[in-house]
């Protein structure tokens, strides 16, 4: 059933911002949130021009109580259909003097931002026995790697958090899907200092993770080849994985 009430986080920009544009249409319903007032202003005039009724709220998605009274009382009045937890961070170049500072912001972000969108959604859908909830995870969260540790291991937490939750509330009613993006073009993947293989838009990710939802996938990863290969690279002796490791910059 197509959704007609989605909430997205981190919607200003990436693949947060995609989605809200693809699932813009007449008769939808879309509450957006980012932290970049002008950036989410021009997202959702974008919308309303597609036909879709928009809310915008700027929220930092680390805190818990705003994220639960946002949530809660969007459902309240719309009874949300499909809940996106988007927002995430990745650090810049590597500094080894801010290291530690920018992990905790990291994890803070990608991991409490994500428990702070997903938990109040499923209290609300738990009650009425509906619903559809995605978190965003990576392609980079099948193995450990020293070029963004604390990145790789917040996408890790989530996607197997997701997947465990997947079959917890399946018997009532609630659908959980984790999605899985290789590299996409967006503010994280700007600031890349190195090649990044099969790069797609944010309108063709979009694409696929509307497909992908729609049929309900527990994992929605892509691209197909990227994923294979991040499959099998998981499986590797640790000796062969650093073998094969490409020397990039590092970051966090």
Not at 41 to 68: F, H, P, Q, W
Not at 211 to 226: E, V
Request: with cysteine; aromatic share 8%; glycine share 8%.
């Amino acid at each position: 059933m197509k959704p007609k009430s989605v909430l997205i986080n981190g919607a200003s920009s990436g693949i947060g911002a995609a989605l809200a544009l693809e699932y813009a249409d007449k008769g939808i319903f879309l509450a957006l949130s980012a932290r970049n007032l002008d950036r989410l202003d021009l997202i959702a005039n974008n919308c309303r021009k597609k036909g879709a009724s928009v809310e915008i709220k700027i929220l930092d998605v680390t805190k818990s109580k705003a994220m639960m009274e946002w949530i809660s009382e969007i459902d309240e009045r719309v009874c949300l259909d499909l809940v996106i937890a988007n927002a995430g961070i990745a650090g810049d170049r590597f500094d080894y003097g801010q290291a530690i500072n920018l992990t905790r912001m990291i994890f803070n972000t990608n991991i409490e931002g994500v428990l702070n969108t997903v938990i109040p959604a499923l209290n609300c859908m738990e009650q009425r026995g509906s619903g559809q909830i995605a978190i965003m995870s990576s392609l980079a969260s099948f193995r450990g790697f020293y070029g963004a540790p604390s990145y790789i291991a917040t996408k890790a937490a989530v996607r197997i958090w997701g997947e465990g939750l997947r079959e917890r509330y399946k018997e009532k009613g609630i659908k959980v899907s984790v999605i899985c993006p290789g590299f996409v073009k967006s503010r994280i993947t700007e600031k890349n200092l190195f090649w990044m293989p099969l790069l797609m838009s944010g309108e063709k990710a979009a694409k696929i993770i509307r497909r992908g939802l729609h049929k309900n996938y527990p994992r929605i990863a892509f691209p197909r080849r990227m994923y294979f290969i991040a499959l099998a690279y998981s499986l590797l002796p640790t000796f062969l994985a650093n073998l094969l490791t490409p020397k990039i910059p590092q970051k966090e």
